[in-house]
């Protein structure tokens, strides 16, 4: 009964390889993010996703796209893989209330990309 | 621009007290969260702090102050397993979390 789940949780491979992370939240939230979290452990926002809204932190290059096949899932695809991606990624999801308040978040147990 | 701060690392000892803090700059202010997170693991929801003043949970307590952008995250009767990065995390004026770099605690016995 995880809350947030992500698949794979290690992930070794290639540079200028396609690979997808897959996230699914069982808490009923509305709200979807991914996270990445370099060497120096900064977590640095790269989309956080509604059924309305997809909002992408301008500065995650366009190799990076997420994909919600419905309210559970959020998955990450990633094209032509450089050096630079190895990070950790952090799926995270929270309830979508009326604006005026910030949700807690809830956090995947992260996949470990390493390219190569 | 946005900006979170906090001490890069802190050391304390067993059983005592330590208290980390976090200034910010923001555009907004829509609360301020505190995450744990253990190494190789995921960030965990510490505390949420919107209003002026201390909030306590058991051995960890949070305060805000919004006029001086200021919070910390107080942790009493340390123990081993508080060995832990903690994250400073504020919502924006957009509902965003802007987050710190994190304060990699080290406890010794």
């Known amino acids: 009964d995880t809350a947030v789940s992500q698949t794979p949780k290690y992930l070794v491979t290639q540079m200028g390889n396609d690979k997808s992370i897959k996230c699914e939240q069982n808490l009923g939230h509305d709200t979807m993010y991914w996270y990445k979290q370099d060497s120096k452990k900064f977590l640095k926002i790269m989309f956080s996703y509604n059924n309305k809204e997809l909002i992408i932190n301008e500065t995650v290059p366009n190799r990076f796209s997420p994909k919600s096949p419905d309210k559970a899932h959020l998955n990450l695809h990633i094209n032509s893989l450089e050096l630079g991606d190895s990070a950790v990624y952090f799926c995270?999801?929270?309830?979508?209330?009326?604006?005026?308040?910030?949700?807690?978040?809830?956090f995947g147990p992260g996949t470990r990309l390493l390219v190569l | 621009g946005q900006n979170i701060d906090q001490p890069t690392e802190m050391t304390a000892t067993e059983g005592a007290i330590v208290q980390i803090n976090c200034t910010y700059q923001t555009s907004g202010f829509n609360g301020l969260f505190w995450y744990q997170q253990h190494a190789g693991e995921a960030p965990t929801f510490l505390s949420y702090?919107?209003l002026d003043g201390l909030e306590e949970k058991g051995r960890f307590s949070s305060f805000l102050s919004r006029s001086k952008g200021y919070s910390y995250l107080l942790l009493k009767e340390l123990q081993m397993k508080d060995s832990a990065s903690y994250l400073c995390a504020v919502g924006d004026s957009n509902y965003q979390l802007i987050w710190g770099a994190g304060t990699k605690l080290i406890i010794k016995p």
């Open positions: 702090n919107v």
């Open positions: 995270a999801s929270s309830q979508d209330r009326e604006r005026g308040s910030v949700e807690t978040q809830y």
